[in-house]
């Protein structure tokens, strides 16, 4: 039996959250099956206008699904006919539906030839009527992207139906999402069985030291949201940099992702759950977590806040002092900073201890002096963006506390700059 399975892609948006994959109903006996193809579009050209090969881009959408669940596409090179039944699948372009008109909003179509269930052969047929190019990201009008269409099509060969409910690969418009999403691999899944694997740049974790700038890039060849968030699934194509903090004293802890050319949003993950995130905490849109945690080891996530791929350099720091505090309250309960980070420059300072008469119980201090030290760029005191104050740890009663002071409004000082004890953690 002939099936014809007419794949209307058109721009489009998704709109609720709910349901699940759909499956056609066929599958192949085992979950591999293999494409015989040299892609030639109608005009006799084999790349696409961004310089990619149609045939690579094709083994590129088979790897898509090849590094991210159980099925296996194998590929050969050689001719066949995407019209005819003759054993092989295959894919090509054409300006006609074998024989028959294209619909007007129809990309590609897939046919499957299945017997009892049982896949026999699956063709690809794109309409060569279209503008086609190759990349990655938001979907651009002046031509599709042949890269996630192909992937949309293979997943129909492999025996996915539409799922148009919540975000997927096999929607059933095209929209900015390039890869095989969560649940177009839990469908794969129910097809065929087994224990989808980790892509291998999801397997790479990079050690994040203490106290450095790391410099980083998100880019198309990283691991991707989608492939790590394991607990609360959100569908995400961006890229994602994975790296191992290992912080050996519980304690308070100051994490950037800084980036000019990219929207950073920044994780950090134990045992696969999600601890803490950010946003737009630091400067512009840089992301910034402060948080007290266990000594242990962490995953800290480098993405962006894009849900399609967004390329760039970032940089990527966690602060904490290890060693002798830069900060110790006094006998007096004045405070002295030896060396406070302010946006990446170095002041000493000393602040005041104050006894606010709207609030006499709550502890208080005041900045009473400062100077730039440009030397002296040392951990364990930093004014965060929100002009919060960070001591990690201040050197306090014969002890070390990791405290955050927030900045606090004195209505008889407008002008003058005062914090308020917050939170306080006993370093050990
Ligand atoms: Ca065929
Ligand atoms: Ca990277
Ligand atoms: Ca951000
Ligand atoms: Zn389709």
């Given at each position: 039996?002939?099936?014809?399975?007419?794949?209307?892609?058109?721009?489009?948006?998704?709109?609720?959250?709910?349901?699940?994959?759909?499956?056609?109903?066929?599958?192949?006996?085992?979950?591999?099956?293999?494409?015989?193809?040299?892609?030639?579009?109608?005009?006799?050209?084999?790349?696409?206008?961004?310089?990619?090969?149609?045939?690579?881009?094709?083994?590129?959408?088979?790897?898509?699904?090849?590094?991210?669940?159980?099925?296996?596409?194998?590929?050969?090179?050689?001719?066949?006919?995407?019209?005819?039944?003759?054993?092989?699948?295959?894919?090509?372009?054409?300006?006609?539906?074998?024989?028959?008109?294209?619909?007007?909003?129809?990309?590609?179509i897939t046919y499957s030839s299945y017997s009892r269930g049982t896949l026999l052969e699956t063709d690809i047929v794109f309409n060569d009527n279209e503008p086609w190019d190759t990349y990655d990201g938001p979907?651009?009008?002046?031509?599709?992207?042949?890269?996630?269409?192909?992937?949309?099509?293979?997943?129909?060969?492999?025996?996915?139906?539409?799922?148009?409910?919540?975000?997927?690969?096999?929607?059933?418009?095209?929209?900015?999402?390039?890869?095989?999403?969560?649940?177009?691999?839990?469908?794969?899944?129910?097809?065929?069985?087994?224990?989808?694997?980790?892509?291998?740049?999801?397997?790479?974790?990079?050690?994040?030291?203490?106290?450095?700038?790391?410099?980083?890039?998100?880019?198309?060849?990283?691991?991707?949201?989608?492939?790590?968030?394991?607990?609360?699934?959100?569908?995400?194509?961006?890229?994602?940099?994975?790296?191992?903090?290992?912080?050996?004293?519980?304690?308070?802890?100051?994490?950037?992702?800084?980036?000019?050319?990219?929207?950073?949003?920044?994780?950090?993950?134990?045992?696969?759950?999600?601890?803490?995130?950010?946003?737009?905490?630091?400067?512009?849109?840089?992301?910034?977590?402060?948080?007290?945690?266990?000594?242990?080891?962490?995953?800290?996530?480098?993405?962006?806040?894009?849900?399609?791929?967004?390329?760039?350099?970032?940089?990527?720091?966690?602060?904490?002092?290890?060693?002798?505090?830069?900060?110790?309250?006094?006998?007096?309960?004045?405070?002295?900073?030896?060396?406070?980070?302010?946006?990446?420059?170095?002041?000493?300072?000393?602040?005041?201890?104050?006894?606010?008469?709207?609030?006499?119980?709550?502890?208080?201090?005041?900045?009473?002096?400062?100077?730039?030290?440009?030397?002296?760029?040392?951990?364990?005191?930093?004014?965060?963006?929100?002009?919060?104050?960070?001591?990690?740890?201040?050197?306090?009663?014969?002890?070390?506390?990791?405290?955050?002071?927030?900045?606090?409004?004195?209505?008889?000082?407008?002008?003058?700059?005062?914090?308020?004890?917050?939170?306080?953690?006993?370093?050990?």
């Amino acid at each position: 039996m002939r099936f014809e399975l007419h794949c209307i892609l058109w721009l489009g948006f998704y709109s609720s959250l709910a349901s699940s994959y759909v499956i056609n109903g066929q599958r192949w006996p085992r979950p591999e099956t293999n494409f015989v193809f040299d892609l030639v579009n109608t005009r006799g050209q084999t790349t696409s206008p961004s310089g990619i090969s149609w045939n690579q881009a094709f083994e590129t959408a088979m790897q898509r699904w090849n590094e991210r669940t159980v099925f296996r596409f194998h590929s050969q090179r050689g001719q066949a006919d995407p019209c005819r039944d003759d054993g092989k699948n295959t894919v090509g372009f054409r300006r006609d539906d074998c024989g028959f008109a294209f619909g007007r909003t129809t990309l590609a179509i897939t046919y499957s030839s299945y017997s009892r269930g049982t896949l026999l052969e699956t063709d690809i047929v794109f309409n060569d009527n279209e503008p086609w190019d190759t990349y990655d990201g938001p979907l651009r009008f002046d031509a599709t992207d042949f890269t996630r269409v192909a992937t949309h099509e293979l997943g129909h060969a492999l025996g996915l139906g539409h799922e148009d409910q919540i975000p997927a690969i096999m929607s059933s418009s095209v929209d900015d999402l390039i890869l095989p999403q969560k649940d177009d691999i839990e469908g794969v899944t129910a097809l065929y069985g087994g224990q989808p694997p980790l892509p291998s740049a999801c397997q790479v974790q990079r050690p994040l030291p203490l106290n450095a700038w790391v410099p980083g890039r998100l880019e198309s060849a990283d691991c991707r949201r989608l492939d790590i968030a394991e607990s609360v699934f959100t569908s995400d194509d961006s890229a994602v940099d994975l790296y191992t903090l290992d912080l050996p004293v519980a304690g308070l802890i100051v994490i950037r992702l800084e980036s000019d050319q990219l929207d950073p949003y920044l994780e950090i993950r134990q045992a696969g759950s999600l601890l803490a995130s950010d946003d737009d905490s630091g400067s512009s849109t840089d992301a910034l977590i402060v948080k007290h945690l266990p000594a242990g080891r962490y995953q800290v996530v480098a993405g962006s806040a894009f849900r399609t791929l967004q390329e760039g350099d970032y940089r990527l720091a966690a602060q904490i002092n290890l060693g002798p505090p830069n900060v110790r309250l006094e006998s007096d309960w004045s405070v002295t900073i030896n060396a406070v980070e302010v946006g990446g420059v170095s002041y000493s300072a000393k602040l005041a201890f104050f006894v606010n008469p709207q609030d006499p119980h709550g502890l208080y201090w005041r900045l009473d002096s400062y100077a730039l030290d440009p030397g002296k760029l040392a951990p364990g005191a930093i004014l965060l963006e929100t002009t919060d104050l960070v001591f990690n740890p201040v050197e306090a009663l014969g002890s070390k506390f990791d405290v955050i002071l927030k900045r606090y409004v004195f209505s008889q000082d407008p002008a003058g700059w005062y914090w308020k004890l917050d939170q306080v953690f006993e370093r050990h």
